[in-house]
């Protein structure tokens, strides 16, 4: 055996007998690799070139056939361009206008494609509003029955004999809520339909009155928040629907407030709660100036958590503007000395903030459309679908300059205080209980226009006969038909047979003292000295009431 060779450079010669294995290992890879091999005949072989060769001489082909149809419909675009441009260019050299090349043709194209795209768009989203806003009008268009070509009527609203539409507003809380049905917040508001001005004034829910509570509360008296209630829940028991009922209820609160206020009341409506945080917030919310009628130096109440600092500008979404508006002080806090009469103060303010609002939004369809969803969905009221387009318009002409708050508290007035009937605390008039003379006054002094209220004159009524509280019976019956009375008292003597009338200033007083004269079946005299000299500092004229009155 021969020895191992050395490694050359590290490599080792291959020795004989591996060479021959190896040699065979390789042979029988060649011959698995040809047995694999698939042996196609030569023509075969010949035929796949041919069918390369045809397939590539179809893909020039149809190369060939595109770039022609391409170059078709080029040439068929440029033509139809070419006749276009002819077409217009002969429109506008007849009507001496210089004509157009074919760039200039190209960019009227352009623009007009982009304009028929923004008008089908503009279509879209009009058709997307209108769905909603018809849905929303007809939630609250016909709620008293009427059809579509009803809305496109333009009916005036219906006024009181001074021209003025009395409108009471009135809310409760949610359906599901205990006491749902108390009237959380009553206000009417009187508007001139000619000047667009509107004077609100707020009711007191606690205010003791006379209402009809057979079937509730089996009651003939309480207080004003129920008396919409007691009549909704008697019409139910009676077998009314619920919308009879809604009816009943809204008409025997506006009977009641009409007979506090002295005004005639067209119209009602009521709200919720959710109304009131639905609209502001579908304004993005409103700028409320916060006073503190007390004067303290903010505001804190414990129930609703609203917390103010006097005199601040407080931005409020719908939620906060609710919290503040029913903000009383009843469970603690400080800024609340007035409770009720507060809050009633902080109910207005909310109400000329938003109108303010709505009227900076005109131009914004999208809140208009959740304002008109909030108040289809949560509003009840009795304006007839022929009056709807005016209402609408009305309140598009509304700004909150035009609405001037009337106080029956405060600093000025104070025509409420508070007692106790029973139990119950409650809120009564300053002229005694059940007697609202005393506010009529006030309220037709500063909504009433007629040629009486323009005179201004003062007038002195007095007793003249042996008939107790003739004198307070007679101003009541003064009061609604416009007369200033700045005082009532007894007579020098109780045997006047008819009735007297006595000028004691010289202002011009003409349809005053006719329309007294008319009343009293009594001709106007001169005043002797005694009576001007008692009455002429306060009273432009005397009334002395005699035996012969009879009140209308």
């Known amino acids: 055996m021969k020895n191992n060779q050395r490694s050359i450079d590290g490599f080792t010669p291959r020795r004989p007998i591996q060479n021959k294995i190896e040699k065979n290992m390789e042979d029988k890879k060649v011959d698995s690799a040809e047995n694999k091999k698939i042996n196609f005949p030569k023509e075969q072989k010949k035929d796949s070139s041919r069918d390369l060769e045809l397939a590539l001489e179809r893909i020039d082909i149809e190369e060939h056939r595109q770039e022609q149809e391409d170059n078709n419909k080029k040439n068929k675009k440029e033509q139809k361009l070419a006749r276009k441009l002819d077409k217009v260019n002969r429109k506008r050299l007849k009507k001496g206008k210089k004509p157009l090349d074919i760039k200039a043709l190209k960019k009227r194209i352009i623009i007009k494609r982009i304009l028929l795209t923004i008008i089908f768009i503009i279509i879209l989203i009009c058709g997307i509003y209108g769905y909603r806003a018809i849905k929303s009008l007809s939630n609250f268009a016909f709620q008293n029955g009427g059809n579509i070509l009803d809305v496109l009527k333009k009916e005036e609203l219906k006024k009181d004999k001074y021209g003025r539409t009395n409108i009471l507003i009135f809310g409760t809380s949610p359906d599901g809520w205990d006491g749902a049905d108390l009237t959380d917040s009553i206000m009417v508001a009187s508007l001139n339909q000619e000047n667009k001005k509107i004077y609100t004034a707020s009711l007191p829910r606690d205010l003791w009155v006379k209402h009809t509570c057979s079937r509730w509360l089996g009651t003939n008296a309480g207080k004003l928040n129920e008396t919409y209630a007691c009549a909704k829940s008697d019409a139910k028991a009676s077998g009314s629907n619920n919308t009879d009922a809604e009816k009943r209820g809204q008409k025997a609160l506006s009977d009641k407030v009409g007979e506090i206020l002295g005004l005639d009341i067209q119209y009602q409506v009521h709200g919720n709660w959710q109304v009131l945080i639905d609209s502001i917030n579908a304004i993005s919310g409103i700028d409320v100036k916060v006073e503190v009628w007390d004067g303290s130096p903010e505001m804190y109440d414990y129930a ?36 009720n009469f507060d809050r009633e103060r902080n109910q207005q303010k909310i109400l000329q903030a938003t109108v303010a609002k709505i009227n900076q939004q005109k131009m914004n369809p999208d809140a208009l459309i959740r304002m008109a969803e909030t108040l289809g969905n949560n509003i009840h009221h009795s304006f007839d679908t022929k009056e709807i387009r005016t209402v609408a318009e009305l309140a598009g002409q509304l700004s909150g300059s035009n609405i001037q708050s009337l106080p029956l508290t405060g600093k000025s007035t104070n025509y409420f205080t508070t007692g106790n009937v029973g139990r119950a605390s409650v809120v009564l008039p300053t002229a005694g209980t059940f007697d609202y003379t005393n506010i009529q006054e006030y309220i037709n002094k500063n909504t009433k226009s007629s040629t009486i209220l323009d005179e201004k004159a003062k007038v002195v009524v007095l007793n003249g006969t042996d008939t107790s509280g003739l004198a307070a019976k007679v101003k009541k019956d003064l009061v609604k038909d416009d007369f200033n009375i700045v005082e009532i008292g007894t007579a020098d003597k109780s045997n006047y047979s008819s009735s007297k009338i006595y000028k004691v200033s010289d202002l011009k007083m003409e349809k005053t003292i006719k329309a007294l004269a008319d009343k009293f079946s009594s001709k106007a005299e001169e005043g002797d000295s005694s009576i001007k000299n008692k009455y002429s500092e306060i009273a432009d004229i005397v009334v002395v009431v005699g035996n012969n009155y009879e009140s209308n």
Do not use: C, P, W
Not at 325 to 339: I, K, L
């Open 304 to 339: 609703t958590k609203v917390r103010y600092k006097n005199g601040q500008i407080a931005h409020m979404d719908g939620e906060k503007a609710l919290a503040f508006s029913r903000a009383r002080g009843s469970h603690g806090g400080y800024g609340f000395s007035g409770g």
